[in-house]
Every structure is written in structure tokens, then in C-alpha cells.
């Protein structure tokens, strides 16, 4: 048993559809987010800065003594896998990210070896999913695609599945996926979520869609009970969201993200800068 608080961190408020599935998986945990609005988006950035950032968030929640930390980022999940700094899990809390759990679960879910990835351009350029992937089954086929768009259209609340922009966009970005016939598509970043019933449109309803958000939080829940590390509280666990940007903005969309009527604590922040 361990009654410590779950750390989620985010480049923004994309991460919240992490912490609305842990949530409902795990209604007794104390969950601590961390988003760092001031310098989203982490998907255009290079790798170095990306992993720089991520050390701070990390360092960020390590302070508040969690028993885990999940990066629901798909970007810095992609580039804390290739970069050697991240490797050493002796000290501190375990930490994991959304590409293995969300590689696992298209795998089990493809029926004919050729799963999609759309994410942010840093983590399709990564490679990680596809690394995982061909690990699990070399046969396996993978298509990954750069959406830049999504991320700001959701943010804006554009998301709704007959809602001209996005559509198109979405049509577009998808295009090669239908080509290829992909069966599985993994949603690989924060965002995504909010745009799956338009994303289900134009795929169709023989694609399946892997939310990596949610694929994460049921790992969490896997290794919580694994390790006899899941809290022993009978009341709902608490919720103590932070930003490093206006916690105005953050606001409105922690209400968009996570439903109304959530009772935080939401709270701006400033992170450990390291030169
Ligand atoms: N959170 C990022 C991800 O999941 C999307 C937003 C960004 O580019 O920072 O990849």
C-alpha cells in the first residue's frame, strides 16, 4: 500500500485525458499534473530541449514525493526512450511513458500487421513507435504521420466531428493511412482523444482506434497492483493540477478536457530551470 499521489506531467493541458481515465480507473488516488503551458508545444522542438524540459518536469514532481510518474506527453515519452539520461530507473520514482503500453495494445488489436501512428511531428520523427512495434513482430507494417495542426485545434475547442477545419485537416492526415489499410490507429498524442469520433468518420468503423492516454493509465493501474503499491483510501483521491502559464487559460481548458464541476486545486508554478 501507498497512499503518495500519482505524477502526471504534460507539455500542456493534452495530458488531462490521462488523468480523466486514471481517474476512473484508480477513484482513490491523489493525482498531481503538471502542465507546462508556458512552453507548449514540446512536438516542434528539438530532442535536446525536449529531454531538458522533461528532466525539469520530472524533477518538478519528484518534489512532491509521488509514488510514480506517467508522462502522458507523447513527444517527450518518444525522446526520453532514444536518450541514454533517461535509462537509469535506480533512483526515484518509476516512471513511464505512452509508447509502450499503446504499442502493445495495437498489436494485440491488428488483425492484418499494419497499424497507423499520428502524432506530433518530434515523435513520428522519433521512430519510437515503430521501433517498439517491429520489436513486438517484425512483420508488423507501420505508418506514422505528423498532425500539426490537431494539437491547436483542439486547444481552441475545435473538435467537434463536422466542424469544417478540422475535418479537412483531418482528411488529409489520414489519407495515407486509408491508403496503406491500416487496421489500428494509435491516437499518439495528448490531444487526439477529443477528435476520435471524427477520426472514427473518416476511417470507418474496422479501424481501431488506441487512445495512449488511456493505454497508459491501465498500465498504471497494471503496476500499482503489481507492485502492491495501490492506496488503501476509501474517500475519491484528490486532484492538484499545475501550470506554468496563466492559470486562467489552464481553467477553461482543464473544464474542456475534464468536464465541469471538478473539484481542484489549480495552481501556477515554476519549474527548476537547469543552464
Ligand atoms: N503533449 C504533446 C504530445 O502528446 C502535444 C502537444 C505538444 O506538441 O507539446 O505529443
Redesign the pocket.
Known amino acids: 500500500m501507498n497512499n503518495s499521489a500519482i505524477g502526471v506531467f504534460?507539455?500542456?493541458v493534452?495530458?488531462l485525458t490521462c488523468v480523466k481515465e486514471l481517474r476512473r480507473l484508480l477513484p482513490n488516488e491523489n493525482i498531481v499534473y503538471l502542465g507546462d503551458t508556458a512552453r507548449?508545444?514540446?512536438?516542434?522542438r528539438s530532442k535536446e530541449t525536449i529531454a531538458r524540459y522533461t528532466k525539469e518536469d520530472m524533477e518538478f514532481l519528484r518534489s512532491h514525493d509521488v509514488k510514480m510518474i506517467l508522462v502522458a506527453?507523447?513527444?517527450a515519452s518518444s525522446v526520453i526512450m532514444s536518450d541514454p539520461e533517461f535509462r537509469d530507473h535506480s533512483t526515484g520514482p518509476a516512471y513511464s511513458g505512452v509508447v509502450l503500453p499503446a504499442a502493445h495494445a495495437a498489436c494485440a488489436a491488428t488483425r492484418n500487421n499494419k497499424i497507423g501512428v499520428i502524432?506530433?511531428g518530434a515523435?513520428i520523427k522519433s521512430g519510437s513507435y515503430g521501433k517498439v512495434i517491429r520489436s513486438i513482430n517484425h512483420n508488423m507494417r507501420v505508418v506514422g504521420k505528423a498532425c500539426p495542426m490537431f494539437?491547436p485545434l483542439v486547444e481552441n475547442g475545435y473538435t467537434d466531428k463536422d466542424c469544417p477545419p478540422t475535418r479537412y485537416f483531418a482528411e488529409e492526415y489520414l489519407e495515407c493511412m486509408k491508403q496503406e489499410g491500416v487496421d489500428t490507429l494509435i491516437l499518439g498524442?495528448?490531444?487526439y482523444p477529443h477528435l476520435a469520433e471524427l477520426i472514427s468518420d473518416i476511417m470507418g468503423s474496422g479501424v481501431t482506434l488506441i487512445s495512449s492516454s488511456a493505454e497508459l493509465a491501465k498500465l498504471a493501474l497494471k503496476d500499482l497492483t503489481f507492485a502492491d503499491e495501490l492506496s488503501d483510501r476509501q474517500e475519491p483521491g484528490s486532484l492538484e493540477l499545475y501550470c506554468t502559464d496563466s492559470t486562467e487559460l489552464f481553467s477553461e481548458n482543464v473544464e474542456r478536457f475534464l468536464g465541469s464541476g471538478i473539484n481542484a486545486k489549480i495552481e501556477k508554478c515554476s519549474l527548476k530551470i537547469k543552464s
Open positions: 504534460d507539455s500542456g493534452g495530458g507548449v508545444p514540446y512536438g516542434t506527453c507523447g513527444t502524432a506530433t515523435t494539437v498524442c495528448t490531444h
